[in-house]
């Protein structure tokens, strides 16, 4: 058995939890979220609690048991609490700004770089050299921080790019002269 799979998931009050064939739902005051169960894989609600079984020791089912059992952990938390990742822009002359449903990226490049936001996915910022990503599904609010990471990534000699607030940056010594 999964040490991760067979721990119930506590539901909080306010969370209403469906099970129906094969599809979890769970919907909060974040939102409404929905998984698509795997074959092997089935889920129980009962007691104030969800339960992710499997139905056969086959690799792959084992594999998805424990993975089953975080995604709908963390669809809960999301519907409850949500999800954000915080950005920062370090850079002379770098700055980032909405523009309504885009996000106006200033890299260093000659030309602004845009990104538009997904549906299911705020995006602010607080400060030019800050961006917040917030939403209720954690797979995406992670996909659309790392693709804006992705614009213009920290390097290690100048420090110069985008970089997750909690991220440490290795930075290495330049040329020497010798």
Same mark, same amino acid.
């Given at each position: 058995?999964? =040490?991760? @799979? =067979?721990?119930?998931?506590?539901?909080?009050?306010?969370?209403?939890?469906?099970?129906? #064939?094969?599809?979890?739902?769970?919907?909060?005051?974040? @939102?409404?979220?929905?998984?698509?169960?795997?074959?092997?894989?089935s889920a129980e609600?009962?007691?104030?609690?969800?339960?992710?079984?499997?139905? $056969?020791?086959?690799? !792959?089912?084992?594999?998805?048991?424990?993975? !089953?059992?975080?995604?709908?952990?963390?669809?809960?938390?999301?519907?409850?609490?949500?999800? $954000?990742?915080?950005?920062?822009?370090?850079?002379?002359?770098?700055?980032?700004?909405?523009?309504?449903?885009?996000?106006?990226?200033?890299?260093?490049?000659?030309?602004?770089?845009?990104?538009?936001?997904? #549906?299911? %996915?705020?995006?602010?910022?607080?400060?030019? !050299?800050?961006?917040? %990503?917030?939403?209720?599904? /954690?797979?995406?609010?992670?996909?659309?921080?790392?693709?804006?990471?992705?614009?213009?990534?920290?390097?290690?000699? @100048?420090?110069?790019?985008? /970089?997750?607030?909690?991220?440490?940056? =290795?930075?290495?010594?330049?040329? !020497?002269?010798?």
């Amino acid at each position: 058995m999964s =040490r991760v @799979g =067979r721990l119930p998931i506590p539901i909080p009050s306010g969370v209403k939890v469906e099970i129906r #064939d094969g599809v979890i739902s769970v919907e909060g005051s974040k @939102g409404k979220l929905s998984h698509r169960f795997h074959a092997g894989i089935s889920a129980e609600q009962k007691d104030g609690v969800v339960e992710i079984k499997r139905a $056969s020791e086959v690799k !792959t089912v084992r594999e998805l048991h424990g993975l !089953t059992r975080t995604i709908v952990y963390n669809m809960i938390q999301g519907v409850t609490q949500g999800f $954000s990742k915080t950005l920062e822009l370090s850079g002379v002359g770098y700055r980032a700004s909405m523009q309504g449903k885009r996000l106006e990226l200033f890299v260093g490049f000659s030309h602004p770089v845009f990104y538009d936001i997904p #549906d299911g %996915v705020t995006v602010q910022t607080p400060k030019p !050299t800050q961006v917040t %990503v917030q939403g209720n599904n /954690k797979w995406q609010v992670g996909q659309v921080a790392a693709r804006i990471r992705e614009v213009c990534p920290p390097e290690p000699y @100048g420090g110069k790019g985008i /970089k997750y607030s909690d991220e440490v940056i =290795r930075r290495k010594a330049g040329k !020497t002269v010798g």
